[in-house]
């Protein structure tokens, strides 16, 4: 059996919980979560990871969701650092992978101020783990050279910002985070900077989870394909040749829906 994984007292991890699934947690993340005295989760850890924490630990929800924030960053890293401070063993669980849009490096430099250290243990990102689940490859030989990962996350009032041109090139994969909301913008804004409007798209909606949905679709249709994703609903949006679905997805789905119509 696999000894617990070492939390020194008053030290922080900053664990990766993947995106739901308790089975894509990396065997470190789970020793770590059984060594912790305390845990700070956030709302993308799914419930299955959540049930794992030991039942002497202390949990604390930090989570975020859709705009509405439960604590606001700097409280957080307050949290942490009064934690460690008083000599716990301290567990940041963190939806995906924490380098991933989890704001680590505001954790990092405020708990370095203080003289705490900081570790990290990577997980499974919701856009590879959508690619498994659509049996499809962020990367294609020839078609898409390039991945890159963006988040649609902007603060109240403000505009996407984001380098529509670069974005819009015909030979990358655009794994777009927190997407939903801004569909159609990002649909409208990347056809009118040049990529082609029948451009594959999936829409990955509590990947990894036994609700998990792909919509698939095309870049003109994406705005129409969110319209029945709740808010509460984690999205992912993959946009290129890559997520166009395997060959052998592909048929069955078609001969799924033949059976359906006789």
């Known amino acids: 059996m696999s000894q617990p994984e070492r939390i020194a007292p008053g030290e922080v991890w900053l664990v ?21 005295d305390i845990i700070f989760y956030d709302a993308l850890v799914g419930p299955g990871i959540i049930a794992m924490i030991p039942a002497g630990a202390e949990r604390i929800s930090v989570g975020k969701r859709s705009g509405r924030h439960s604590r606001p960053q700097e409280s957080i890293n ?26 680590s490096t505001e954790e990092i430099e405020h708990l370095a101020a203080a003289g705490v250290v900081t570790r ?15 049996q499809a490859s962020l990367t294609l030989r020839g078609l898409a050279r390039k991945l890159t990962f963006v988040t ?13 041109m670069a974005l819009a090139q015909p030979d990358a994969t655009l794994a777009v985070y927190m997407g939903r909301s801004a569909a159609g913008e990002i649909s409208a804004r ?15 909606v509590n990947v990894s989870l036994p609700n998990e949905r792909l919509i698939r679709g095309n870049l003109k249709s994406l705005a129409f394909l969110v319209q029945t ?15 166009a679905g395997s060959a052998v997805e592909l048929r069955d789905a078609a001969t799924a829906e033949i059976a359906s119509a006789l």
Do not use: N
């Open 120 to 134: 990290i243990c990577p997980g499974v990102t919701a856009a590879s783990a959508a690619a498994a689940s659509g």
């Open 152 to 164: 649609a996350h902007a603060r109240a009032g403000e505009a996407l910002d984001l380098d529509w």
């Open 190 to 204: 990347l056809i009118a900077a040049g990529r082609a409007a029948e451009t594959p798209v999936m829409v990955a």
């Open 78 to 103: 307050d949290l942490l650092l009064a934690a460690a401070l008083a000599g716990k063993r301290v567990v940041r669980l963190k939806g995906g992978d924490p380098s991933v849009f989890g704001r």
């Open 16 to 36: 990766g919980a993947g995106p739901g699934d308790p089975d894509l947690l990396t065997r470190k993340a789970e020793r770590l979560i059984g060594a912790a």
């Open 229 to 243: 994703i709740s808010d509460d609903d984690p999205t992912l949006l993959l946009i290129g040749e890559a997520v």
